[in-house]
C-alpha cells in the first residue's frame, strides 16, 4: 500500500469511527451469533495473492462487526467497563502508526520518560504517598504475577531463581474467596502451587478477609515450619465488590514481614475521588498495588498500573541483561523491560497523557460519581419494586439483585439471558453464597442516566414476562 491511500483509508475509518459511536445505541450490546458462524465465513485456507484493501474492510464490516460486543455501548453494564476515551484512541493511532518498542530507555527515551511522569501523575491523583514508583503493565494478571514473583523470591532471599524451588522451605500465600483468577493463575506459574494459596474467611458487609484468622494462619504455618511470602488482598472484588481491611491486613503483614499485593484493579480508578478511598485505607502502607486505567478510568485497553514500593525488589526478580540489551547510557535512566515479564513493551503511556489533560481530573472524578450515584439509584428503586431483591448492597457503581426467594437460580438465569437476547442492555450473573445473583455495575464512558433509566425498564418489562408466560 502507498502512503497515500493509507491515508485515505485512515481518513475513512475516522468517519465511520465517529457515526459508530454516534449510532451505537441502535445497536444491540451483545454480539447476536451463533457460535461457529464467523469461522465459516472464513475462507477455509489463505489467499496466495493479495487481496484490494477495499475488499478487505468491506469485510470488516460484513463479518467482524456483527460478531462483536460492543464495549463501548453506553448501555454496557456486564462485568466491568472497558472504556476507550476517543482522546486515548487518538494516542493509540499515534501510536500504531510509530510502532516503538518501549523496552529500554534507549529504545524510545519519550516513552520511558512520559511513562515515568503518568505514573506519578496516576499515583498523586489516587493519593498515594511519594514512596511509590510503578511501571504501566499490560493486564492486573501479569503485574499480579510480577508481585507474586517478587513476593516468592524475596522470601527465598533471591534463591528460588538460581536453584528452583526444591529443597526450599513451602511458601505460603493468603488471600480471601473474593479475588480474582489471576491471583490463582500468578501462584500456578510462580510455583507456589495452589496448596499453597490459603483462603482466609470473610467477615461483614464487605466481605473482607478476617485478620484475626490471618493471623492465626499466618502462625499456624510457621509453627508447622513453612514460610508465609505474601499476602494479596482486593479492593473491589469483581464477583460483587469485596473490599479487604487492608490496614488490618497490612497489621499481621508488618509483625511477620509479608509482601501485600493489592488488587485495586477495576475500583482503583474510583480513588481519584477522595470520598472513596476509606475503601482500601491502609494501601498507602502495601508493597505493590495493581490499578487498570483501561477499566473505568477511559484509558484504552492495555493499560494497568502497578505501583511498587521497592522497585530494586521487583529488579532483583525479574531483569536479566544479556549482552544485545546492555545499554551506555547514564545510571539514572530506567529501563522499564526490567520492572515487567514480557521484554517488549508498546508506548501505553501517551495515552494517559492524553486523557488526563482533555478530562482534568476534575472531568473523570464528574464521570465516576455520575456512575455510582446513578447506580445506587437504581439498587434503591430495584429494592422497592415487587418481585425483586437486592443480594448485595453497591460497591462504587456495583451491586447484584435477584428475583425474589419465590425464584430459583434457573429461573434469574433465564432473565440474564432474555435481557441479553433483547439487545437494548448488556448485564451478567454471579454466585453469591452458592445462590445465583444478578451483577449491574454502571462505568460505561458515554453512560447517560437516562441509559440507567432504560435497564430499569428493560429489567422489570422482561422479568414481568417471565410472570405472564
Ligand atoms: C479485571 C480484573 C482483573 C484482571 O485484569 P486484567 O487486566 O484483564 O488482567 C484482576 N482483578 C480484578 C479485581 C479485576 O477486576
Given at each position: 500500500?502507498?502512503?497515500?491511500?493509507?491515508?485515505?483509508?485512515?481518513?475513512?475509518?475516522?468517519?465511520?469511527?465517529?457515526?459508530?459511536?454516534?449510532?451505537?445505541?441502535?445497536?444491540?450490546?451483545?454480539?447476536?451469533?451463533?457460535?461457529?458462524?464467523?469461522?465459516?465465513?472464513?475462507?477455509?485456507?489463505?489467499?496466495?495473492?493479495?487481496?484490494?484493501?477495499?475488499?478487505?474492510?468491506?469485510?470488516?464490516?460484513?463479518?467482524?462487526?456483527?460478531?462483536?460486543?460492543?464495549?463501548?455501548?453506553?448501555?454496557?453494564f456486564?462485568?466491568?467497563?472497558?472504556?476507550?476515551?476517543?482522546?486515548?484512541?487518538?494516542?493509540?493511532?499515534?501510536?500504531?502508526?510509530?510502532?516503538?518498542?518501549?523496552?529500554?530507555?534507549?529504545?524510545?527515551?519519550?516513552?520511558?520518560?512520559?511513562?515515568?511522569?503518568?505514573?506519578?501523575?496516576?499515583?498523586?491523583?489516587?493519593?498515594?504517598?511519594?514512596?511509590?514508583?510503578?511501571?504501566?503493565?499490560?493486564?492486573?494478571?501479569?503485574?499480579?504475577?510480577?508481585?507474586?514473583?517478587?513476593?516468592?523470591?524475596?522470601?527465598?532471599?533471591?534463591?528460588?531463581?538460581?536453584?528452583?524451588?526444591?529443597?526450599?522451605?513451602?511458601?505460603?500465600?493468603?488471600?480471601?474467596?473474593?479475588?480474582?483468577?489471576?491471583?490463582?493463575?500468578?501462584?500456578?506459574?510462580?510455583?507456589?502451587?495452589?496448596?499453597?494459596?490459603?483462603?482466609?474467611?470473610?467477615?461483614?458487609p464487605r466481605?473482607?478477609?478476617?485478620?484475626?484468622?490471618?493471623?492465626?494462619?499466618?502462625?499456624?504455618?510457621?509453627?508447622?515450619?513453612?514460610?508465609?511470602?505474601?499476602?494479596?488482598?482486593?479492593?473491589g472484588?469483581?464477583s460483587t465488590g469485596?473490599?479487604?481491611?487492608?490496614?488490618?491486613?497490612?497489621?499481621?503483614?508488618?509483625?511477620?514481614?509479608?509482601?501485600?499485593?493489592?488488587?485495586?484493579?477495576?475500583?482503583?480508578?474510583a480513588?481519584?475521588?477522595?470520598?472513596f478511598?476509606?475503601?482500601?485505607?491502609?494501601?498507602?502502607?502495601?508493597?505493590?498495588?495493581?490499578?487498570?486505567?483501561?477499566?473505568?478510568?477511559?484509558?484504552?485497553?492495555?493499560?494497568?498500573?502497578?505501583?511498587?514500593?521497592?522497585?530494586?525488589?521487583?529488579?532483583?526478580?525479574?531483569?536479566?541483561?544479556?549482552?544485545?540489551?546492555?545499554?551506555?547510557?547514564?545510571?539514572?535512566?530506567?529501563?522499564?523491560?526490567?520492572?515487567?515479564?514480557?521484554?517488549?513493551?508498546?508506548?501505553?503511556?501517551?495515552?494517559?497523557?492524553?486523557?488526563?489533560?482533555?478530562?482534568?481530573?476534575?472531568?473523570?472524578?464528574?464521570?465516576?460519581r455520575n456512575h455510582v450515584a446513578w447506580s445506587q439509584a437504581l439498587c434503591e428503586r430495584l429494592r422497592t419494586e415487587p418481585g425483586f431483591e437486592i443480594v448485595t448492597e453497591p460497591v462504587l457503581s456495583l451491586f447484584t439483585f435477584r428475583l425474589d426467594?419465590?425464584?430459583?437460580?434457573?429461573?434469574?438465569?433465564?432473565?440474564?439471558?432474555?435481557?441479553?437476547?433483547?439487545?437494548?442492555i448488556?448485564l451478567t450473573q454471579t454466585?453469591v453464597?452458592?445462590?445465583?445473583a444478578i451483577r449491574f455495575q454502571v462505568g460505561?464512558?458515554?453512560c447517560?442516566e437516562?441509559d440507567v433509566e432504560t435497564a430499569f425498564h428493560v429489567i422489570t418489562?422482561?422479568a414481568?414476562?417471565?410472570?405472564?408466560?
Open positions: 500500500m502507498d502512503w497515500n491511500s493509507f491515508a485515505r483509508h485512515a481518513r475513512d475509518i475516522a468517519d465511520w469511527g465517529a457515526d459508530y459511536h454516534q449510532t451505537l445505541r441502535d445497536r444491540p450490546v451483545r454480539a447476536q451469533t451463533k457460535p461457529g458462524s464467523i469461522f465459516n465465513a472464513l475462507p477455509a485456507t489463505p489467499p496466495e495473492q493479495g487481496e484490494p484493501m477495499d475488499a478487505i474492510l468491506q469485510d470488516f464490516h460484513d463479518i467482524a462487526l456483527p460478531g462483536l460486543t460492543h464495549w463501548q455501548h453506553p448501555r454496557f456486564a462485568y466491568f467497563p472497558a472504556n476507550a476515551a476517543p482522546e486515548s484512541m487518538l494516542a493509540e493511532f499515534l501510536t500504531t502508526i510509530t510502532a516503538p518498542q518501549c523496552m529500554l530507555w534507549q529504545t524510545s527515551p519519550a516513552a520511558t520518560e512520559i511513562e515515568t511522569r503518568m505514573v506519578d501523575w496516576m499515583r498523586q491523583a489516587i493519593g498515594l504517598p511519594d514512596a511509590f514508583t510503578g511501571a504501566i503493565q499490560d493486564s492486573a494478571s501479569s503485574a499480579t504475577l510480577s508481585a507474586v514473583m517478587t513476593m516468592r523470591e524475596r522470601a527465598l532471599d533471591w534463591a528460588g531463581k538460581e536453584q528452583g524451588l526444591s529443597g526450599q522451605p513451602v511458601l505460603r500465600v493468603y488471600c480471601s474467596q473474593e479475588v480474582h483468577t489471576s491471583i490463582d493463575r500468578a501462584i500456578w506459574f510462580s510455583g507456589i502451587g495452589q496448596d499453597n494459596l490459603v483462603r482466609i474467611p470473610t467477615t461483614g466481605r473482607a478477609m478476617d485478620a484475626g484468622a490471618l493471623r492465626q494462619a499466618v502462625e499456624a504455618d510457621i509453627a508447622a515450619g513453612m514460610k508465609p511470602a505474601g499476602i494479596i488482598t482486593c479492593t472484588g469483581t469485596a473490599c479487604d481491611d487492608i490496614a488490618a491486613v497490612m497489621e499481621v503483614a508488618e509483625a511477620h514481614d509479608l509482601y501485600v499485593h493489592v488488587d485495586a484493579a477495576w475500583a482503583g480508578s480513588m481519584i475521588c477522595p470520598e478511598r476509606d475503601l482500601w485505607a491502609g494501601a498507602e502502607r502495601a508493597d505493590s498495588i495493581v490499578f487498570n486505567p483501561h477499566k473505568w478510568l477511559g484509558a484504552q485497553f492495555d493499560c494497568s498500573i502497578q505501583f511498587i514500593r521497592d522497585p530494586d525488589a521487583l529488579r532483583k526478580t525479574l531483569a536479566i541483561q544479556p549482552e544485545y540489551l546492555k545499554t551506555t547510557a547514564e545510571d539514572e535512566i530506567i529501563n522499564y523491560s526490567e520492572w515487567s515479564i514480557p521484554l517488549g513493551r508498546r508506548f501505553r503511556a501517551l495515552k494517559l497523557w492524553f486523557l488526563i489533560r482533555a478530562y482534568g481530573l476534575e472531568g473523570l472524578r464528574m464521570r465516576l426467594a419465590t425464584h430459583s437460580d434457573a429461573q434469574n438465569q433465564a432473565l440474564v439471558d432474555r435481557i441479553n437476547d433483547d439487545g437494548r448488556y454466585l453464597d452458592g445462590t445465583k460505561q464512558f458515554d447517560t437516562a418489562e422482561l414481568a414476562e417471565d410472570a405472564l408466560s
